[in-house]
């Protein structure tokens, strides 16, 4: 005889092979693109097609196959809950009736190998709009950011920004359940290891009363509350900054402000530092010197012509930075110091991290950026990323696996290919160096 769950699920399986679920205003909070910077997909249900990544457990069949296997996947993690205190009561009654959202793995597939531009992203997510809003979260807030940079030492303008860029204040936190998102990535797709810990989480978040059910909702990953908690960063750095008894970042303020505070100290936040500076990056530099794995000290980076956007001094040139080129020498350049990696903790992007870093300036009352972004570039889609890492293969440079993404090796490639082309070997993958590619000249 089958169980209440796998009579569920094949009713809710009939249901998704028609097509009928829903699809909501969703992002990744483990991705790259911020809930408010997408826009709603409206196709429903899921596509019934291969993922785009490649990847086997992402085909039609390996997804069909994992979503039969859904009740028995889900009672296989019962041990593992029981060991981080979840009891058998919570466990039964919260799954019961649990049934996998399969338009989870289109989205999935189609996450941020960016579509966007970084000045797209940035326009999306650091507006006249958006800065108006979060000076007026400041001001209502006030004292909770007072205490807040009292207890932990953190900016209250980077927790505004992680606000505003995460769910536009709020505003666009996501509708689907924490719990069926985390738990049909746990058992369905190519992220599972990465998923089970955040399916046990969640349930032991509902187990704890901290949640309430019909309040736990969040993006397609799981991520929830006005600055995204992923579930096991909640149980990592949420705390119960009001007393009274339970730690809610969804509608709880003070909770709200102290965890995100507590989630970037714990991060390793340095206290009355910055992110970084805009600079102007000469056509001559050694770009073999820019990325993460190369940093130097402020003052070595003036040696090599880095000089900051507007004239303005640099005002501790002692502090160790890298250099990020997003749009190689045609745009800005920025030096990034210690608090940048810390934002990119929260969530490993760098145009995310640099989109939180500079609203944080704006609300402050700074600037936009100085030097303009080259707006006459056009995007390349994921297929002409594929195609400049295989032809980048082809013409002997190492790319390792051609994926779409234009991750350090690609770019490292690409500048090897523009020295050998005469061009200024910036790494910045254009239109115009996929032609060149073309060509091979």
């Not at 039964?92 to 793995?105: F, K, N, S, W």
């Not at 760098?350 to 939180?356: C, H, K, R, T």
């Not at 700074?366 to 890492?389: K, M, N, T």
């Amino acid at each position: 005889m089958r169980s209440t769950r796998q009579v569920f699920l094949a009713g809710f399986l009939a249901l998704s092979a028609a097509a009928a679920a829903s699809a909501g205003n969703d992002g990744d909070r483990t991705g790259a693109i911020p809930v408010s910077a997408r826009m709603p997909n409206a196709r429903p249900g899921w596509s019934g097609e291969d993922g785009a990544s490649g990847n086997p457990l992402m085909t039609a069949a390996a997804i069909q196959t994992a979503a039969a296997n859904f009740p028995t996947c889900i009672e296989k993690l019962w041990p593992l809950a029981a060991r981080r205190g979840v009891s058998r009561a919570s466990f039964e009654r919260l799954t019961a009736h649990l049934a996998p959202d399969l338009r989870i793995m289109d989205l999935l597939d189609s996450q941020p190998e960016f579509t966007k531009a970084v000045w797209d992203y940035l326009d999306v997510l650091v507006n006249d709009d958006r800065i108006a809003k979060g000076r007026a979260i400041l001001a209502k807030y006030d004292k909770l950011f007072d205490e807040a940079e009292r207890t932990y030492g953190v900016d209250r303008y980077t927790i505004a920004a992680i606000w505003g860029v995460e769910t536009d204040y709020g505003a666009l936190a996501g509708n689907r359940p924490v719990l069926r998102s985390t738990a049909t990535l746990a058992c369905i797709g190519r992220r599972q290891r990465y998923f089970r810990d955040e399916f046990i989480a969640a349930l032991d978040i509902l187990h704890r009363g901290d949640v309430k059910l019909d309040k736990f909702v969040g993006s397609w990953a799981g991520a929830f509350g006005p600055t995204q908690f992923m579930p096991t960063a909640f149980k990592r750095y949420a705390v119960d900054a009001d007393h009274d008894g339970r730690r809610d970042v969804i509608d709880s303020m003070p909770d709200l402000i102290a965890s995100t505070a507590n989630n970037l100290k714990k991060a390793g936040w340095q206290t009355g530092e910055t992110w970084g500076y805009e600079v102007v990056v000469p056509a001559n530099l050694d770009f073999t010197l820019a990325g993460r794995d190369h940093s130097m000290t402020i003052r070595d980076w003036e040696r090599h012509g880095i000089v900051r956007a507007g004239g303005v001094a640099f005002p501790r040139p002692d502090d160790r930075a890298f250099l990020l080129v997003p749009a190689g020498v045609q745009g800005p350049g920025f030096l990034m110091l210690a608090n940048f990696r810390v934002i990119m903790r929260y969530n490993p992007s760098e145009a995310y991290a640099l989109a939180i870093g500079h609203l944080a300036d704006r609300l402050r009352g700074g600037g936009p950026f100085v030097q303009d972004w080259p707006r006459y570039e056009r995007v390349l889609s994921r297929a002409e990323r594929l195609e400049l890492q295989q032809l980048l293969s082809q013409h002997g440079f190492d790319v390792g696996e051609p994926d779409g993404r234009m991750g350090p090796k690609t770019r490292d490639a690409l500048r090897d290919f523009q020295i050998r082309i005469g061009r200024v070997p910036d790494g910045f993958a254009s239109a115009g160096m996929l032609e060149r590619l073309r060509t091979g000249r």
